[in-house]
């Protein structure tokens, strides 16, 4: 909300506090300035300038040369203006002032002629245009005065970040009640001098509420013989420096008001009301309402409207129509003031997307005591600027009085909560200076709290609708001698708990490892466009769908990481220059429901993705591209699971639609999925428009992987005899595996002391006959307690080549 | 070759070996720092037909009753003589190897040979990471939960009633219902704190804990995207105040940012009561005042609050028994603000040259 200081003052006159110590302390009770604008500054560098000489311009016949005196020296200036005349005093922009319309004053040459400076109208400087041409000034103004002083531009504006809690300062006189008791001054009041007429109202007009729960309360009055017409420039300004439009007399006359006490009014023309009556009443389906900015819209059974005999003529606490609208030739007014139910007006204004000064105010909570007030106060203002007559008496319906509010407070609570001592007088004190007045304890009943026999009672003011319960007392103590009253202390000493989840912890350490393999850590939205999820093949009718996307980019939770880091490497290959060596991985979850779910959460599974493509080593004056292949990026696995403690994952071929079918591949460990990796399909790089070397990408569910971590590994004694290494070398057809090859070498030396098996060569080609591989392996032999004899291990090496060629064909080349 | 000859025919006298030794001498003073005349003078003097391995040799011609002292005299002059010009001989060589090695120097102001490229951290999470290190030390808990959350949970345990205008504080991201009819009971999460509601309601009091994590709003221009980074803490147990907030809070953000100053401004957030908005002296320009912080001298850095009661209702723990503190803040300004990086989206958009640079 934008808050005038000089306005404030005018309601509070005690407070003398100058307006950087009211944004302190402000600022200091919660009610934060975010931005402070001084009027002055928009007129930096206008000054008084007194016309000295005029002379016509060679060079154009609307032009004239003047000499302007600044109050030290004379400037030579070009003015179009048609009543530029010796000895004015007029505004003189120097050379380097801005003025509000945001043009900067420069030395210029206009038509061959210097100018330094320039003389300016009042619209030029953001003001009720007066005359044609120049602004003339007092001639007894001084030279040289800033024009701000002279204009009297003085008022210090802020900017207020109003929590949705305190609508009760979501007006000046609001404000200047709350730095009353802040700077411990008299509380302000409302007063308002009435003239009424001799015709009761209530021959004028009727109100009837019919929906009393949310509307307990309507006031209005009648004004009749009123002349609309444009503001005077004084309402128009105050309008304008709190950043409203001035519409008409009438209109102005209510914002004004709202501004000032922040109880929403409307005007209607009584005129145009069917039967001179309203009635406050839920809308019927079907019915209609054309509203004062222009739009129409059906109402349903949910809308609370304002009515004549005939049709709604306003949607409650949000916005006039403008069937009722008060134009030129009004001359009846019916003014309404009402309470209406904060929960109603919302639901109102969020079904039609509308957002005012009324319903902003209405939906955190309206003063119920204000309602005549505010009333009283707009039927003066109008009769003060739009004359007219206030015909006698309000015409009232529902409830006069508010419930009044009572609420305890323990001072020995307050100072438990708070961790300072706070004592009855304080909480007396502080409490009585915002406005709530001391009553004895309520009688026991159900729903009050049993505080005991030290709590103090309080009744809480109308406006004040944040106050409710004990604690909400309490912060207002604390709120009122400030946080920095508070002392700063560790709590005591509890159970200490040290740890850290075992899924943070895995997390945690794939980041690490990952990086230190080079890769770069991305954070990527958490959505999927459907188009996306399709051409990677995700399982849309279990995506977790948003009510209300943004646009495409989020309509989907995301079931995958890899289209992010697809995308990316999109982005990062239209760079200048291209960027295709890349190394990216996230960590992050993917959502979706289980087969059939209708209730409860949605299945959120955290993973690690992983986008690998381009050099395997970054190149340079010494080694030469090599494109990552499928074993990188495999190593790079078995790095990972490695680190985690796990072993014998069987790599078995996996069909994926994202994934090229000559490496898609999934890890499995005891029948547990716990990722797939492999070339992305070229179909998908070629839809996401990737150019380039392959793109090799992984998936991994962090959850299987830390259920899978391998127990902490317990030392082995160091071998003591020395190993005997045999090398085999062999063909066999080409589809068999690498994996079959080991597991029958493993279970022919089951008995021998074979420590391990290596494939060191892999070769098909010339001299391998067609469709048959070579394939060499290093085995390698130890026994624990003695050194192995050359006859042990030609007869497990013998084993071995004879399950080779019993169970693979292999024919053995060389031993 | 005449010299050889002639002194193989002398007996090692006295005189004669003071000869030999003389010439000896001044062999090795014109032969200088030259190691191939050195090498020469080795042969000459102590090679198979050398001057003293003659002399060594004639030893046996002589009368018996002289061998030994001739022998002893020669011997021990050999050794002398040989250690001297060895001494010369080995000194130079290892110069020449040294010189030798140097010739072999490798221009290393060309470029090293990577494993493989330099891998980072993402910002965001280096400073998760930063804030739960310092957390967890002062005796938080890490805890997690759901991304996709029941309102419940995100609002209304929170004390956000339906149809209350603290809900507008966040622009909120609904589901559709799996079947496409309708809106669910479910949002993304706005913040971390149904966190705070689930964990009270599993474990009850006393609980520490803190939880990082994204949060999503509806919302996307420069300074907003639709998801973003949290951190949440929460400590409940008998006696807590806001003196405690006070400390713990101060101790934290002075463990962030360094020692630059906490301000605590009361505010509303509708879960806490007395809420609390804190502020770190602008690290910027140290409190005198700048663009970044408005010229205020303070950047808003967490909101907090002592629990709610209604929220330890709502979670079944007794309000008049425990009472406890809340504090959430947002971690991607932090980075944004601790690598100077100007513009929100390069947090999300995965650019290389963003991410390989800090």
Not at chain 1, 146 to 151: G, K, R, T, Y
Not at chain 1, 520 to 545: D, K, M, N, Q, Y
Not at chain 2, 186 to 198: A, F, I
């Amino acid at each position: 909300m934008k808050a005038s200081t000089q306005w404030i003052k005018e309601l509070l006159p005690s407070l003398k506090a100058n307006p950087a110590a009211i944004e302190r302390r402000l600022t200091a009770a919660g009610l934060e300035v975010e931005g402070v604008e001084r009027e002055a500054d928009a007129f930096v560098g206008v000054v008084v300038g007194e016309v000295k000489e005029v002379s016509p311009h060679p060079g154009a016949d609307q032009l004239k040369i003047t000499k302007v005196y600044d109050g030290e020296n004379e400037h030579q200036v070009v003015c179009g203006a048609p009543n530029v005349e010796v000895g004015q005093k007029v505004p003189f922009a120097t050379l380097g002032a801005k003025l509000p319309n945001g043009m900067e004053i420069g030395r210029r040459t206009i038509r061959g002629v210097e100018s330094f400076g320039m003389l300016c109208s009042a619209e030029e400087l953001g003001l009720p245009k007066d005359v044609d041409g120049l602004m003339i000034l007092k001639a007894n103004t001084k030279p040289g005065k800033p024009i701000a002083e002279v204009l009297g531009k003085k008022d210090v504006l802020f900017e207020l970040s109003v929590t949705p809690n305190r609508p009760d300062v979501l007006s000046h006189f609001g404000l200047a009640r709350e730095l009353a008791a802040l700077f411990e001054l008299e509380a302000p009041q409302v007063s308002v001098k009435l003239k009424e007429g001799k015709k009761a109202a209530k021959q004028l007009a009727q109100v009837e509420i019919q929906d009393p729960l949310r509307c307990p309360k309507y006031a209005a009055r009648v004004i009749t013989g009123v002349k609309v017409g444009p503001s005077p420039d004084w309402v128009k300004a105050r309008l304008l420096s709190v950043g409203q439009r001035s519409i008409s007399n009438v209109v102005d006359a209510t914002n004004l008001v709202l501004m000032e006490l922040g109880h929403p009014l409307h005007a209607f023309d009584l005129g145009r009301l069917a039967g001179q009556k309203v009635v406050i009443r839920t809308a019927s389906v079907g019915e209609k309402i054309g509203l004062l900015d222009g739009t129409s819209r059906d109402l349903s059974a949910d809308d609370l409207v304002i009515a004549d005999a005939e049709k709604p003529v306003a949607l409650a606490g949000i916005m006039g129509g403008a069937n009722s609208e008060v134009h030129e030739g009004t001359t009846q007014l019916l003014l309404e003031s009402a309470y209406f139910e904060a929960a109603s007006v919302r639901r109102s204004a969020k079904r039609h997307g509308l957002h005012t000064e009324a319903s902003h105010r209405f939906e955190r909570g309206a003063d119920f005591s204000m309602v005549e007030q505010a009333l009283d106060r707009v039927a003066a203002l109008i009769v003060e600027l739009a004359g007219g007559q206030v015909e006698k008496g309000r015409l009232l319906a529902g409830q006069q009085e508010e419930k009044p509010k009572i609420v305890g407070v323990r001072p020995e609570r307050a100072t438990a909560l708070i961790g300072r001592p706070i004592g009855k007088k304080e909480v007396k004190d502080a409490l009585t200076a915002l406005g709530l007045v001391a009553v004895k304890p309520p009688a026991k009943k159900k729903g009050t709290p049993n505080l005991g026999k030290e709590a103090l009672w309080f009744r809480v003011p109308s406006h004040r609708v944040d106050l409710v319960a004990e604690v909400d007392l309490i912060e207002e103590v604390a709120r009122l001698a400030g946080y920095d009253q508070i002392p700063t202390a560790m709590p005591p000493g509890a159970r200490a708990v040290w740890t850290k989840g075992k899924e943070l912890n895995a997390e945690q350490a794939l980041r690490h490892h990952l990086a230190g393999e080079g890769f770069l850590e991305t954070i990527a939205l958490a959505f999927h466009s459907e188009a996306e999820a399709e051409v990677f093949g995700l399982e849309l009718p279990r995506a977790v769908r948003l009510a209300n996307p943004l646009g495409e980019e989020t309509r989907l939770m995301r079931m995958s990481l890899l289209p992010a880091l697809v995308k990316a490497a999109r982005l990062n290959q239209d760079h200048l220059p291209s960027l295709v060596d890349l190394r990216l991985f996230e960590l992050g979850r993917t959502f979706r429901w289980a087969e059939g779910q209708t209730a409860g959460l949605p299945e959120e599974s955290l993973r690690l993705g992983v986008l690998w493509r381009g050099a395997r080593q970054p190149t340079g004056w010494s080694n030469k591209a090599v494109g990552v292949d499928a074993y990188d990026l495999k190593g790079l696995l078995e790095g990972v699971l490695s680190a985690f403690g796990i072993g014998e994952v069987r790599y078995e071929a996996h069909e994926a639609p994202h994934l090229h079918p000559s490496s898609g591949t999934r890890l499995v460990l005891g029948g547990v999925v716990l990722g797939s990796f492999g070339q992305l399909h070229p179909r998908v790089a070629e839809r996401l428009g990737l150019e380039g070397p392959p793109v090799w990408v992984a998936d991994l569910e962090v959850s299987a992987l830390e259920k899978a971590r391998g127990a902490r590994p317990q030392f082995q004694p160091l071998a003591k005899f020395p190993p005997a290494q045999r090398d085999l070398s062999f063909f066999l057809d080409r589809h068999h595996l690498a994996e079959q090859v080991v597991a029958a070498i493993r279970a022919a030396s089951a008995n021998d002391a074979l420590e391990s098996v290596k494939i060191f060569d892999v070769y098909e080609g010339q001299g391998v006959p067609v469709g048959k591989k070579s394939m060499a392996v290093s085995l390698v032999f130890r026994a624990k307690e003695r050194t192995l004899t050359d006859a042990e291990v030609e007869g497990a090496q013998r084993s071995i080549v004879a399950a080779l060629k019993d169970q693979l064909g292999a024919e053995v080349r060389m031993a | 070759m005449s010299t050889e000859v002639e002194s193989a025919q002398k007996a090692p006298t006295p005189e004669v070996l003071a000869e030999v030794e003389r010439e000896h001498e001044e062999e090795l003073v014109t032969a200088g720092d030259n190691l191939e005349a050195l090498n020469r003078m080795r042969s000459q003097f102590f090679g198979p037909k050398g001057r003293i391995t003659s002399l060594l040799r004639s030893v046996g011609q002589l009368p018996a009753e002289q061998r030994r002292e001739a022998g002893a005299r020669t011997n021990q002059l050999k050794q002398t003589l040989e250690a001297k010009l060895v001494v010369r001989i080995n000194a130079l060589e290892s110069v020449e190897k040294e010189k030798e090695l140097r010739r072999s120097r490798l221009d290393l102001t060309l470029p090293g040979r990577l494993a493989h490229p330099r891998g980072a951290l993402h910002p965001v999470n280096r400073v998760i990471e930063e804030m739960v290190d310092i957390l967890t030390r002062m005796g938080f808990e890490l805890a997690t939960g759901p991304e996709v959350e029941l309102d419940w949970y995100n609002f209304e345990a929170l004390n956000f009633p339906k149809d209350h205008p603290a809900r507008d504080m966040q622009d909120t991201f609904f589901i559709a219902s799996p079947d496409g009819k309708g809106t669910l009971e479910h949002v993304l999460r706005t913040h971390t704190s149904p966190v705070q509601t689930r964990e009270l309601e599993r474990r009850g009091a006393p609980l520490r804990i803190i939880a990082p994590g994204r949060v999503y709003r509806c919302d996307s221009d420069a300074t907003h995207s639709p998801m973003f980074h949290q951190i949440e803490g929460l400590w409940v147990d008998e006696g807590v105040s806001m003196a405690h907030l006070k400390g713990v809070l101060t101790s934290f953000i002075n463990a962030l940012f360094g020692e630059r100053g906490v301000r605590f401004r009361p505010s509303f957030f509708p879960f806490v009561e007395p809420g609390v908005e804190v502020d770190v002296g602008c690290v910027f320009c140290g409190g005198t005042g700048c663009r970044v912080c408005k010229h205020t001298g303070w950047m808003e850095i967490l909101g907090a609050g002592m629990v709610h009661p209604k929220v330890l209702e709502n979670c079944k723990v007794d309000p008049e028994r425990y009472t406890g503190f809340a504090f959430g803040l947002g971690i991607d300004r932090v980075a944004m603000q601790r690598w100077g990086i100007d513009d929100l989206a390069h947090l999300f958009r995965s650019d290389v040259r963003f991410l390989s640079q800090l």
